[in-house]
Nanobody, 128 residues
């Protein structure tokens, strides 16, 4: 059974920090890029970041560059998203996803394109 389980969400004030974790099992973690996407209430899914499995190359959507840092531990089948300088517009459910190899720049969570598995998400709420 494939599982991706996110944790670490919560309620923080503007400017605060959170560290999200994604625990995975049931698939070969080391062969997939791992991405994060989010969905705010009433809005479409939005790609947040992605990290390749081999060389650790990372991608970020423009709105989180310089504030969020993605990392992975292939030995533990874990991925992390360190979020700092949080803003109210960062509020949403954050999901991790197994992204097909080579698709970090092209995957599209709006249409579930380029991703094979994803978790149920963890809620992040940033108060103003």
């Amino acid at each position: 059974e494939v599982l991706l389980v996110e944790s670490g969400g919560g309620l923080v004030q503007t400017g605060g920090s959170l560290r999200l974790s994604c625990s995975t099992s049931g698939f070969v973690f080391g062969t997939y890029a791992i991405g994060w996407f989010r969905q705010a209430p009433g809005k479409e899914r939005e790609k947040v970041s992605c990290i390749y499995h081999n060389d650790g190359t990372t991608y970020y959507t423009d709105s989180v560059k310089g504030r969020f840092t993605v990392s992975r531990d292939n030995a533990k089948n874990m991925e992390y998203l360190q979020m700092t300088g949080l803003l109210p517009e960062d509020t949403g459910v954050y999901h991790c996803a197994a992204v097909l190899p080579g698709q970090c720049s092209a995957w599209n969570p709006k249409k579930f394109v380029g991703m094979q598995y994803w978790g149920q998400g963890t809620m992040v709420t940033v108060s103003s």
